[in-house]
């Protein structure tokens, strides 16, 4: 049974960091692409960021282009995802996701696991 669990989340100042962790379990961790999306309240769950196997392709939303980073560590089957000068619109419920996709998909109907979700709140 594939599990994702993140943790990380909490709250920061505008300007501020984060790093967010998501540890997986009941999969082989380094045929997955991996990924972090976010919901804010009242809009559309919404991929930030994934990264392929190898962790040498990425993508990110232009909302966070810049300021966001995924890495993962295979070895430790853990995805994280770093975030530098938080603005307040970037507060929402942030989940890491899998998919066993070929390609390094940004589209968040590919991805067919899911963790619970962290709250990140940032303040202005």
């Known amino acids: 049974q594939v599990q994702l669990v993140e943790s990380g989340g909490g709250l920061v100042q505008a300007g501020g960091s984060l790093r967010l962790s998501c540890a997986a379990s009941?999969?082989?961790?380094?045929?997955?692409?991996m990924g972090w999306s976010r919901q804010a309240p009242g809009k559309e769950r919404e991929l930030v960021g994934a990264?392929?196997?190898?962790?040498?392709?990425?993508h990110y939303a232009d909302s966070v282009k810049g300021r966001f980073t995924i890495s993962r560590d295979n070895a430790k089957n853990t995805v994280y995802l770093q975030m530098n000068s938080l603005k307040p619109e970037d507060t929402a419920v942030y989940y890491c996701?899998?998919?066993?996709?070929?390609?390094?998909?940004?589209?968040?109907?590919?991805?067919?696991?899911w963790g619970q979700g962290t709250q990140v709140t940032v303040s202005s």
């Open positions: 996701a899998g998919t066993r996709a070929s390609w390094v998909s940004f589209d968040k109907r590919t991805y067919d696991n």
């Open positions: 990264m392929g196997w190898s962790g040498v392709m990425t």
């Open positions: 009941g999969l082989t961790f380094s045929r997955y692409v």
